[in-house]
């Protein structure tokens, strides 16, 4: 044991030295070594160096005519604090560059050239950029947008409720319901399911529940499935609404304990056995690096800790969403099921997976 080895005696010295070269090679490979230095650049550095290749697709294009390189050059250069400024002083030396400048733009504007609602956006940034930063007019950029407005409003690409506010031209009584339809899509498919889902909830609320058109949308958003983490947020803008969904959600369960809350229900698709972990919580150096002394001594600071083995299961409920629950329980592909946990634990965001009740359940579809 190293306290029973005298600090003074020759042994403990030799074992010092030891633990010292075991721990030079196996923290920073060899303290005889001098690592080269490696520059590391500012983000004010990388920044001048991202303008700088702007700037030089902007020269570029201007004396070439390509009205395409100049417009990526500048949207690039956009993105950078200094850049409308630089691009202010480029246009002066370079005057052909700020006119296939706007070449750029009236083209990008043209109905048959925008191929989706991000590209408008996209587009539109570009455009109100370029007139606060002194690249473009007032005029020219009103021009600008009402031109790539109109040619957004043709329905040449899809549109939804969260365009309208940025495309006025869109926001008519006549387009809602279309915009609305739109938003019911993106968010069935998850393109910006959260933030389609809200605009629909704002849309409801304008319309009003009640109405024709309200209850329309609000049917399709149940239809469209949904989802459990989903309820808070309907709950807040539209309680009737939450309380259909919860309906659809939990009516019929199994369990008629009045603790279980439901937090999955559906076929078992996946199994992923975790094999228990033994991670090192603590300790220098892992045993049997740095020699056979600097090993006993690692082994000697060092202690475990670890979880056990579980199982994490996909469970697909019937609108097509998955859930993930990680349980000891031992569960086979193709159960129906449905897993419960205390209400007092409910809010948690995540379950202790012994907490995690499974009951067989009768609502899977085939």
Not at 239 to 250: G, H, I, N, S, V
Request: charged share 25%; glycine share 10%.
């Amino acid at each position: 044991m190293i306290s029973r080895i005298h600090r003074r005696s020759p042994g403990f010295r030799i074992l010092r030295k030891a633990i010292a070269v075991s721990l030079c090679a196996a923290v920073i490979g060899g303290c005889g070594s001098t690592a080269p230095a490696v520059a590391v650049k500012t983000s004010q550095e990388l920044a001048s160096e991202r303008l700088s290749g702007s700037l030089q697709d902007i020269r570029e294009g201007g004396l070439q005519g390509d009205s395409a390189r100049v417009g990526r050059g500048v949207e690039s250069a956009l993105e950078e604090p200094a850049g409308p400024a630089q691009v202010a002083q480029l246009f002066s030396s370079v005057p052909n560059s700020r006119r296939l400048f706007l070449a750029y733009l009236e083209q990008g504007s043209l109905r048959d050239k925008l191929q989706s609602i991000e590209q408008a956006r996209s587009l539109k940034y570009t455009i109100e950029r370029s007139r606060n930063g002194g690249l473009l007019t007032a005029v020219e950029a009103e021009g600008l947008l009402t031109r790539l407005t109109s040619a957004v409003a043709s329905g040449a690409i899809k549109v939804s409720l969260l365009d309208a506010g940025q495309f006025p031209l869109l926001d008519t009584p006549e387009r809602r319901p279309q915009l609305a339809d739109q938003s019911i899509a993106a968010y069935k498919a998850f393109e910006g399911r959260r933030d389609q889902m809200l605009a629909l909830l704002a849309y409801v609320k304008a319309v009003g529940p009640a109405s024709a058109e309200g209850t329309r949308v609000s049917t399709a958003l149940l239809r469209a499935g949904i989802r459990r983490d989903e309820l808070p947020d309907i709950e807040r803008e539209l309680p009737l609404l939450a309380a259909r969904a919860k309906e659809d959600l939990f009516g019929n369960a199994a369990s008629q304990n009045p603790n279980d809350v439901l937090v999955a229900r559906g076929r078992v698709t996946a199994r992923s056995d975790i094999a228990a972990q033994h991670n090192r919580s603590t300790g220098i150096i892992p045993p049997g690096m740095g020699g056979a002394i600097g090993g006993a001594v690692a082994g000697l600071l060092s202690n475990f800790s670890g979880t056990p083995a579980y199982s994490q299961y996909t469970i697909r409920e019937n609108n097509g969403s998955d859930d993930y629950i990680d349980s000891f329980a031992d569960l086979k592909i193709g159960e129906c099921v449905e897993a419960y946990v205390d209400k007092a634990r409910a809010d948690e965001p995540r379950w202790k997976r012994s907490e995690v009740r499974f009951v067989p359940s009768k609502s899977c579809e085939p």
